[in-house]
């Protein structure tokens, strides 16, 4: 129950794009979110989404779009204009039902998936 399995990260080059992929076992009734993580840094959110709500960190605004395809129990991160500094593993994570005052906040998604690697080279 609440398993999230990612896919589609890898390596581009600055300015490039790559999208990310989230399928999850129980998807109804579920705020989705992308964290990433970068070495030696805590992890922070991405973006989160829920029954059509979009929330975005301040550094991806403009750049990244998360969206669900309802038909595939499945949440996307489409990230363009890659930075080095988006450079870390992202994880797809759920939480149960909407989570509108604290989206941003890691403690808050109870269920999480295994991470994907994105590197950004300069």
């Known amino acids: 129950q609440g398993q999230l399995v990612e896919s589609g990260g890898g390596s581009v080059q600055a300015g490039g794009s790559l999208r990310l992929s989230c399928v999850a076992s129980?998807?109804?009734?579920?705020?989705l979110a992308w964290f990433r993580q970068a070495p030696g840094k805590e992890r922070e959110v991405v973006a989160a989404?829920?029954?059509?709500?979009?929330y975005y960190a301040d550094s991806v605004k403009g750049r990244f779009t998360i969206s669900q395809d309802d038909a595939k129990n499945t949440v996307l991160l489409q990230m363009d204009s890659l930075k080095p500094e988006d450079t870390a593993i992202y994880y797809c994570?759920?939480?149960?039902?909407?989570?509108?005052?604290?989206?941003?906040?890691?403690?808050?998604?109870?269920?999480w998936g295994q991470g994907t690697q994105v590197t950004v080279s300069s």
């Open positions: 994570a759920a939480a149960v039902g909407w989570r509108d005052g604290n989206w941003y906040i890691a403690a808050t998604y109870k269920y």
């Open positions: 989404i829920y029954a059509g709500i979009t």
């Open positions: 129980t998807y109804n009734n579920r705020q």
